[in-house]
């Protein structure tokens, strides 16, 4: 026990320094593109994830500084400055603390498995093109442009051995995370090889202090409010979504299951402390997360120790972080990637609905061109209308007649708002005898849409002077109907037990 302990201890520690290391140039990204100093950026990274594994962070998930909350940021500070971030930012936090308090969490299990697929591989594809941008340098009049000759040569070289040693490695040893042999190996041959190569110090500098506490700078007052909170909603529903859907996809890999609504409540406090720290903020990091699971470290000590490591590198360590050839960084993020996705998405043509397949396809392309939250909205619209389409043409009514000349309408499927219209076109009130059934034995109410149909459909047969009877329809659908009471025949022994999903029922 006492060994397997140790083990753990060292592989959490081993895999947060990677993690931290591979966070070093993205916060530093993000931040370029929320137009704010680097340092906002390597902070949120090291508050967040170390706050959420402290107090409400899915064990193995790493939370920092986010490329998808960056680019909602960014409009904010252009037209109103870093201050107005910093205040968006706690009420972001105070947001999402009430909604994990709320228990809003739990919603996230209610995303089907397509759109699950659809954003494992949009991301995958997002972490690729994000690591291509360092494929570019400034030319003579200081415009970016692409890599050319030795420039170009040295750095894929350098990201294919960064790879080849992160897959080969493992079957070595397994001593220490392949991915940080292989930046150590890459950065010791680049630096003692004297080979020029682009560095993760030019990106910028992450020599700093401690951060320090520091009320956001801006009028208390309605409008700033105003200003802020459709920022903070947006920037709270997408963190969290980010994040739970991350924590879902840890748990299918590791088998076993997170707490979406303490996650919740643990990012909400972590924004919340980080607005009041110089921090841009952050959510669930799907990239190194991947690489934190990959690595068998699936305890909360690894996310602390990925903030302590980054904390120290600003401090003590910047010169020699410095130094670390970013083709070492590419080259672990193209493997992320390529791990990310999920290849077996091929296989499932010909073998899944075509409507799933639309949902992947849909999910994947709206996170790379857009961003997660839009993405997983419109998976699971997608999907909640391929279903209200797939039940409503399940609705069947077969008809007989009865001994004494009444004719029975037996209704099957379910009846809610897609299914209304043909349920009501399968009847014939004027041709119909003077006493018809409808009967509910094998069908369900559902909706408020199914209730206005059953009333509708009453009051055109009373109109005729038609008698209309109602089987095996539930007590409590009878109590919301207007036009159908008098008409029921309830055998309670027979009845399925349900409710209608009506909000008139409280």
């Known amino acids: 026990m006492n060994i397997k302990h140790h083990n753990d201890t060292k592989t959490n520690l081993l895999s947060g320094l990677t993690v931290a290391l591979a966070l070093v140039p993205e916060a530093i990204a993000f931040a370029f593109v929320a137009h704010v100093h680097p340092l906002v950026g390597l902070y949120a990274a090291f508050m967040v994830s170390l706050i959420t594994a402290l107090i409400g962070g899915r064990p193995g998930m790493i939370s920092g500084a986010a490329g998808s909350l960056a680019v909602v940021m960014v409009a904010l500070v252009v037209e109103h400055g870093v201050e107005y971030l910093f205040a968006t930012v706690v009420l972001m936090g105070v947001l999402q ?7 809003f969490g739990k919603f996230i299990r209610m995303v089907p498995h397509p759109v699950m697929l659809g954003f494992v591989n949009g991301l995958a594809i997002v972490i690729f093109l994000a690591q291509l941008g360092h494929f570019k340098m400034a030319d003579a009049n200081g415009a970016m442009v692409w890599m050319q000759g030795v420039p170009l040569y040295t750095m894929l070289g350098l990201v294919v051995l960064t790879m080849v040693i992160i897959y080969l490695m493992p079957k070595l040893t397994s001593v220490i995370p392949s991915a940080l042999a292989a930046i150590a190996v890459v950065s010791a041959l680049v630096i003692f090889a004297g080979i020029d190569t682009k560095t993760v110090g030019d990106l910028a500098s992450i020599k700093g202090g401690l951060p320090q506490f520091h009320m956001p700078d801006v009028p208390l007052n309605w409008e700033t409010f105003k200003i802020i909170l459709p920022y903070s909603l947006i920037l709270a529903c997408i963190g969290l979504i980010e994040s739970l859907l991350t924590l879902n996809l840890i748990d299918d890999m590791t088998q076993t299951r997170g707490k979406p609504n303490r996650a919740c409540v643990g990012q909400g406090v972590a924004n919340v402390v980080t607005g ?131 004719k029975v309408y037996e209704l099957h499927g379910s009846l809610f708002f897609a299914s209304t219209q043909s349920f009501v076109t399968r ?25 206005e149909a059953i009333d509708m459909l009453a009051d055109r047969y009373t109109q005729l002077g038609k008698r209309l009877h109602l089987r095996h329809l539930s007590p ?26 009506d909000s008139r029922l409280g």
């Open 476 to 501: 409590d659908c009878l109590e919301l109907l207007d036009n159908a009471k008098g008409m029921i025949e309830v055998n309670v022994m027979e009845d399925p037990i349900y409710h209608p999903a």
């Open 276 to 406: 009041f720290f110089g921090g841009m903020g952050g959510c669930a990091m799907i990239g190194q997360s991947m690489i934190n699971v990959t690595n068998g470290a699936v305890k909360n000590l690894s996310g602390i120790a990925a903030a302590l490591f980054l904390l120290s590198f600003i401090l003590f360590a910047s010169q020699w972080i410095e130094m670390i050839p970013l083709a070492a960084l590419i080259g672990l993020m193209f493997v992320v990637s390529e791990k990310t996705f999920e290849w077996g998405s091929f296989r499932l043509f010909g073998k899944v609905p075509l409507a799933d397949l639309l949902v992947v396809i849909t999910v994947a392309t709206v996170t790379v061109f857009t961003d997660l939250a839009i993405a997983v909205v419109v998976g699971v619209i997608i999907s909640a209308l391929v279903f209200a389409w797939q039940h409503a043409k399940n609705v069947e009514v077969r008809m007989s007649t009865e001994e004494h000349g009444w």
């Open 427 to 451: 009847f014939a009130p004027k041709e119909d005898p003077e006493d018809v059934v409808i009967d509910f034995l094998h069908a369900r109410v559902i909706d408020h849409s199914a209730l």
């Open 97 to 103: 603390i009430i909604f994990g308090l709320a228990k």
